[in-house]
């Protein structure tokens, strides 16, 4: 008996589509966090990227519960004196939906080489529409 370990070039990758509309941000993240990583898959391997591409539509519609959408604070810093910015939930959502789910994945992938690999697998589109048709990306529903 010996462990199999999936080499890179023998991955097979599939591409799926999750509608975010009306679902919980965390939820959407870590399911898609989970396919990008190949958790799914039976040929698992940690150190080797064996996930799916992402692509998640209609960003622009996700939710958060309780007190989250007033009390979530994205940080970012300018690296110069007193360049601490910050903005809640709601202006995030107004300005960019698609940088909101993309933080949340992020935050769920390894932090190193893989997960920067992994995280270039995943496509955020705020509306309906989204330029991998040719792809053919099969549609997923989350369970709620």
């Known amino acids: 008996m010996s462990t199999y370990y999936a080499k890179q070039g023998e991955v097979l990758r599939e591409w799926l589509l999750i509608d975010a509309t009306d679902q919980v941000l965390g939820r959407v993240a870590s399911e898609a966090a989970q396919i990008l990583r190949g958790k ?7 150190h080797v990227d064996t996930g799916d591409f ?10 958060v519960t309780g007190a989250k959408a007033t009390g979530k604070v994205y940080y970012r ?5 007193g360049g601490l910015k910050e903005e ?6 107004t300005k960019h ?3 909101v789910i993309e933080h949340a994945v992020k935050g769920m992938l ?5 997960g920067r690999a992994m995280g270039k697998k995943l496509k955020v589109y705020a509306g309906p529409d989204h330029p991998h048709k040719a792809q053919n990306p099969r549609a997923i529903t989350l369970e709620v």
């Open 40 to 46: 799914r898959k039976p040929q698992y391997t940690p």
């Open 77 to 81: 810093h300018s690296g110069y004196p």
């Open 54 to 63: 992402v692509i998640i539509v209609n960003a622009s519609k996700i939710r």
């Open 88 to 93: 809640t939930f709601t202006e995030a959502m």
């Open 110 to 114: 390894p932090k190193n080489t893989l």
């Open 97 to 99: 939906p698609e940088r």
